[in-house]
């Protein structure tokens, strides 16, 4: 199964990500605070990425993104809502599933 891994220009932040090429409906990842989309990596490269088109995403100022561009709105749950919006808004995917712990799951 392959990876992609890709930066998303938002105006909130460069987004990095990892993608898998399964073809199931999207699912969407969100780390915890201080940590990173690399907290998912087992799920990407078991069953789940396989299946489905699996993204996790570093949100603003956490792993391989960029820091937030206006940090007072950026790095509340609604601007980081609005970052994972934006992101989804350039892939082009509009119907996925939803997945986040600690601070990801307040964002979600």
Same mark, same amino acid.
């Given at each position: ?14 987004i990095r990500l990892t993608e ?9 990842? =969100?780390? *915890?605070?201080?940590? @990173?989309?690399? %907290?998912? &990596? #087992?799920?990407?490269?078991?069953? $789940? ?9 570093? =949100?603003? *100022?956490?792993?391989? @993104?960029?820091? %937030?561009? &206006? #940090?007072?709105?950026?790095?509340? $749950? ?9 992101? =989804? ?20």
């Open positions: 199964m392959a990876h992609a891994f890709r930066t998303i220009v938002t105006k909130h932040a460069d898998t090429d399964g073809t199931g409906l999207p699912i969407v990842m =969100l780390h *915890g605070s201080s940590a @990173s989309r690399r %907290a998912f &990596d #087992p799920l990407l490269a078991g069953p $789940i990425g396989a299946r489905h088109r699996t993204i996790a995403l570093d =949100l603003p *100022g956490h792993g391989e @993104s960029g820091n %937030a561009h &206006d #940090p007072a709105h950026d790095y509340s $749950i609604p601007g980081l809502a609005e970052c994972v919006a934006d992101v =989804l808004a350039q892939l082009r995917i509009d119907r996925f599933m939803l997945v986040g712990w600690s601070l990801g799951g307040h964002v979600a």
